[in-house]
């Protein structure tokens, strides 16, 4: 789904459904007519006219999907800027970077065990009443996970001290007496 441009060039080839909603003006399926655009796809799309009330606004969607209403196709489009941002708070909050897997249940898979342990981070800090950031608890398990360290006291530790505590040697020491 986008929004077509101003100066698209395309000719009808039939009417997708009469608008029920009166802020749907038109549903048509179209093909594209321009040499680049035809060869890029040249399948029928549906072309919607919606006229926004909030905005007062024109808007023009140019889509693959045939199963959803036209009026279901504005309110994703509305609703992008706010799944934009999901996808931003995941690469900088959940550190996902890229995805190991291509399909639907490898990317859901990630995506929950990120977000799990992006609660379990906000729920210590909540918990121990933390005042750093919740990046800042992540570097710091980060770098102690390994460590034979309570995770309550570590967070009540001075800044300058975790590194000290870090280097220090915390492999157990057996002692033999005679």
């Known amino acids: 789904m986008t929004r077509a441009k101003d100066n698209l060039n395309y000719r ?3 009417q997708h459904k009469e608008p029920t909603k009166k802020s749907v003006i038109s549903d048509e399926i179209v093909t594209l007519n321009g040499f680049y655009q035809k060869q890029d796809y040249p399948k029928e799309l549906r072309l919607i006219h919606y006229y926004d009330k909030e905005t007062d606004k024109l808007l023009v969607f140019l889509t ?6 036209a009026s279901t196709i504005a309110a994703i489009y509305k ?3 706010q799944i934009e941002c999901f996808f931003k708070w995941i690469k900088q909050n959940l550190k996902i970077k890229t995805f190991l897997g291509t399909s639907k249940n490898a990317v859901l898979m990630q995506v929950w065990i990120a977000m799990c342990y992006y609660l379990i ?3 210590i800090k909540y ?9 800042y608890l992540h570097k710091i398990i980060q770098e102690t996970l390994l460590e034979r360290l309570n995770l309550i006291d570590l967070l009540s530790i001075n800044d300058r001290l975790l590194p000290k ?12 007496t005679f």
């Open 165 to 176: 505590i870090k280097n220090a040697d915390s492999q157990l020491a057996l002692a033999l």
């Open 121 to 123: 981070l906000s729920y």
């Open 64 to 69: 693959n999907n045939f199963k959803l209403a």
């Open 127 to 135: 918990q121990s009443k933390y005042s750093q950031s919740l990046f």
């Open 79 to 81: 609703a992008r800027w």
């Open 12 to 14: 009808v080839t039939g």
